[in-house]
């Protein structure tokens, strides 16, 4: 029988500290130079670290056969791939941004460029799209310059009456609106009033500005039907060349007439090549116009070249003078008004179409 | 028992189902792993060890982090095989044996046992366990086999540091006693 001083003579006898401790378990102390009465417990501890018998890898074929046919079971998570939806999770609320900051200034610039913002917001973005080459007009500026070209550079004019004249017939061509209309009553007054600019440039009547419109919605249609039916995504969606302020500009016609609450263009908008994010919808298409034979441009073009060469058409070919037109594309002229005015409104339409 | 360097690119193979890293990542690690469910539990140690695999490999696509961390995560899929083992063979009250695994089972109290010369890894890691309570041959194992550190057994085990080192601080005075030589001599 031993006391407590045996007892504690027998505890300090066994008692190491923490890094001998850890030496001698993770097997980096060697019998040899473990401390006294540790060197037995240091071999033992070597020993079960040893190396591996061939009995503990006799089922390594069974095992990883099986371990290998479970990873290649599930489904293919990796964690670059997690990462990656991290960073789009990420990125997703600035682009959205992005995207609606696009289609803010598409809209407002489609708006200064047609004159129908506040006079005080008209006069300072014309100002400010002066120094870019973009040319706006002021208050109570008439726009309208010959054969209805508008003073927009870069093709922006032609892709502005096609946002315009989307609207102008949509509102005159259904009066109960089309699509979810923000009520046709108001819609076409507001239309009306819209226009006038629209109707002073092609005519002076709603007929003729409307022959103008089928003229221009005509040629970008037959545009679209040519785009192997990818339209909506080929370039005409970037915002950095002209065909981006025309998608502004579409918008702008959708919400002014009853074919309003259509973000016509909206979703096209987009800033560079950012992927388009799933919960924006397609932009709709156009108001269903009649969509004439595409070879109205080239008849559209021989008759304007003899309206204005009188008679003499671009090649040495004799054209119609004005007097005789009449006979000499009689058929052009019988589809669009039966006068030579309401077909050269029409065929200025078609020129002017941002296809062409 | 290290891969070192190679790790990375092994375990990134494994986790695109090549067999040839699988294997790699089996023999390095094992031996180990049988060893410590061999400690514990001999009759079934080679079916846990192949369940263990099984089940890393589902989320091995998973995982993320160096060669000591997965040697860590690979003992902890390791324990918790172990512990539902224990949990069903306490619902059936019964833990059977096979007669093949008698003789790599040392008795606490056998002088064979404490010979140091003659015992292979797979003897020499029953013995430890066998001389301490479950708990202290837990950190024991998982320490000396397995080669983890304080803190990853800590985790492990769901314990605090400062209890693993208790633990095996307890542990070490009971195999040092038990496996004296000198004791041996007297």
Request: hydrophobic share 40%; proline share 7%.
């Amino acid at each position: 029988m031993s006391d407590w001083r045996d007892c504690n003579s027998e505890m300090s006898r066994y008692s190491i500290d923490d890094d001998t401790a850890n030496r001698l378990l993770s097997g980096r102390l060697s019998p040899v130079d473990a401390p006294p009465g540790f060197a037995g417990l240091a071999g033992v501890v070597r020993s079960a670290a040893g190396p591996a018998a061939p009995a503990e890898l006799a089922r390594e074929l069974d095992v990883v056969t099986a371990a290998v046919a479970a990873v290649r079971s599930v489904p293919s998570i990796r964690p670059s791939f997690r990462r990656r939806t991290h960073m789009l999770t990420k990125l997703l609320p600035a682009k959205v941004a992005a995207l609606a900051a696009t289609i803010t200034i598409g809209a407002a610039t489609a708006a200064a460029a047609t004159g129908n913002l506040p006079n005080s917001a008209q006069t300072a973005t014309s100002g400010a799209l002066s120094h870019v080459g973009i040319s706006i007009p002021k208050p109570n500026s008439h726009t309208s310059t010959e054969n209805g070209k508008a003073s927009m550079s870069g093709g922006t004019t032609a892709n502005a009456d096609f946002g315009q004249c989307n609207g102008f017939l949509a509102g005159s061509g259904s009066g109960s609106g089309r699509g979810s209309g923000n009520g046709s009553g108001s819609a076409n007054k507001s239309s009306s009033a819209a226009f006038n600019d629209l109707i002073a440039a092609h005519g002076g009547t709603a007929q003729s500005a409307g022959l103008y419109c089928k003229g221009v919605l005509a040629a970008k249609t037959s545009s679209h039907d040519k785009s192997d039916g990818s339209a909506n995504a080929s370039g005409s969606m970037r915002a950095t060349g002209p065909n981006g302020w025309g998608s502004g500009q579409g918008s702008l016609g959708g919400n002014v007439g009853p074919n309003g609450g259509s973000a016509s263009g909206g979703g096209s908008a987009h800033p560079g090549p950012l992927p388009k994010p799933p919960t924006i919808p397609d932009p709709p298409k156009p108001p269903s116009v009649p969509n004439p034979a595409s070879d109205d441009y080239g008849a559209c073009t021989a008759f304007l070249a003899g309206q204005k060469a009188g008679g003499r058409v671009p090649g040495g070919v004799t054209g119609p003078s004005p007097k005789d037109s009449s006979a000499a594309f009689a058929d052009v002229i019988a589809k669009h008004g039966g006068t030579v005015q309401s077909t050269t409104v029409y065929c200025d339409g078609v020129v002017a179409a941002p296809s062409h | 028992m290290t891969l070192g360097t190679n790790f990375d690119s092994v375990l990134a193979a494994a986790q695109e189902g090549a067999e040839w890293a699988f294997t790699l990542l089996y023999r390095d690690v094992n031996p180990r792993l049988v060893r410590y469910l061999a400690a514990q539990s001999p009759s079934i140690a080679e079916d846990l060890a192949a369940d263990t695999w099984l089940a890393a490999a589902r989320q091995l696509t998973a995982f993320e982090g160096g060669e000591d961390d997965f040697r860590a995560w690979l003992f902890t899929i390791a324990y918790r095989q172990l512990v539902q083992h224990w949990r069903k063979a306490a619902r059936r009250r019964t833990d059977p044996v096979s007669p093949g695994s008698f003789p790599e089972l040392a008795a606490p109290d056998d002088p064979e046992a404490a010979g140091v010369s003659a015992m292979s890894a797979r003897e020499a890691a029953a013995a430890l366990a066998a001389a301490l309570t479950p708990d202290q041959a837990q950190v024991v194992l998982l320490r000396v086999v397995a080669g983890l550190d304080v803190d990853q057994v800590a985790t492990l085990l769901g314990k605090r540091a400062g209890t693993v080192r208790v633990l095996q601080h307890k542990a070490i005075r009971r195999l040092a006693e038990r496996f004296s030589l000198e004791l041996l001599t007297e």
